[in-house]
């Protein structure tokens, strides 16, 4: 199904199937006797949804190449070490944008005093936050879930749940920009301008915008079919011409970094990835910024 202006999903369609996709992902890269990465909550997430294909990725039981398991450890290391460092560093706020069934807010080790704000559509947040109670599990910091549409007015709801704009804000922006259209993407950019404060640190995924195209996310539908799974990347994605987030928070006061995906791989032991579909993206890897002033 193609996306629409102010279309909504659930965890089992749309854009909250790949939601669901990413936390599979993250329980297979878990299993073993010297996991890649520790995420003791996604397993029962997916399960909960009960999409047979992801039901089974999750507890193992089909295919999920090395190459795939590889990038899915460095990408949720990168966002886990963006907020430990800021953390580490003094901050006491932060806000996952678009966060699914991401579980930093329960298995990472938040200093006393730290709050965190959780934004997605309001089904996927009430069903994430029903499943884990259920389940007694308890947030290690303190969680405060939006549910709110990030195409809609979601500064209003994050002020309104007692967001501090004087306060320095860790954000991640994980997995999100792609599904949005250009102009969206440079709104919620402007958004979290205007919502930080000077020392706040951004990091979300870096991809050449020239590399954006159709025949991209067609192909990494096929991967996808390949290995079961019966989402439609080519179309979820907004493809073609945009800005580069980078350009456009370096136009707005934040120093930009990159991380190259080959470094980002070296940075955990990994050789670089050969996968012809990285390489599509052309310059691609992982953003860092920090607001200079607020």
């Known amino acids: ?46 399960e909960a949804v009960g999409v047979p294909h992801f039901v089974a990725l999750a507890r193992g039981e089909t295919d999920f190449p090395d190459d795939m398991r590889a990038n899915i450890a460095v990408r949720t290391r990168f966002f886990d070490d963006v907020l430990t460092d800021a953390t580490a560093a003094g901050v006491r706020q932060v806000v996952i944008l678009a966060s699914g069934l991401d579980t930093r807010a329960y298995r990472l080790p938040w200093p006393d005093g730290t709050t965190v704000f959780e934004l997605d559509q309001p089904r996927v947040i009430d069903f994430k936050t029903r499943v884990l109670t259920e389940a007694g599990v308890t947030a290690a910091a303190n969680r405060v879930a939006v549910g709110v549409d990030l195409r809609d007015d979601w500064p209003t709801a994050l002020r309104d749940n007692g967001f501090d704009t004087s306060a320095r804000t860790a954000w991640i922006a994980e997995g999100l920009l792609v599904y949005l259209p250009p102009e969206a993407q440079d709104r919620l950019l402007d958004h979290i301008t205007a919502l930080s404060a000077a020392g706040s640190v951004l990091a979300t995924e870096h991809m050449d915008p020239k590399a954006l195209t159709g025949e991209w996310a067609k192909e990494l539908s096929a991967r996808s079919r390949r290995h079961g799974s019966d989402i439609d990347l080519s179309a979820l994605f907004y493809t073609g011409p ?27 032991g990994f050789d670089p990835p050969a996968d012809h579909l990285i390489a599509m993206v052309g310059d691609s890897g992982y953003l860092t910024a920090q607001r200079l002033r607020g």
């Open 1 to 46: 199904m193609s996306r629409t202006d102010g279309d909504t999903w659930d965890l089992a369609s749309s854009v909250g199937a790949t939601a669901t996709a990413v936390a599979a992902s993250r329980a297979v890269t878990s299993r073993g006797s010297d996991p890649l990465l520790d995420d003791p909550y996604a397993d029962l997430l997916v």
């Open 242 to 268: 945009r800005t580069a987030a980078g350009d456009h928070l370096r136009e707005h006061g934040w120093q930009v970094t990159v991380l190259p995906t080959d470094q980002a791989y070296a940075a955990h």
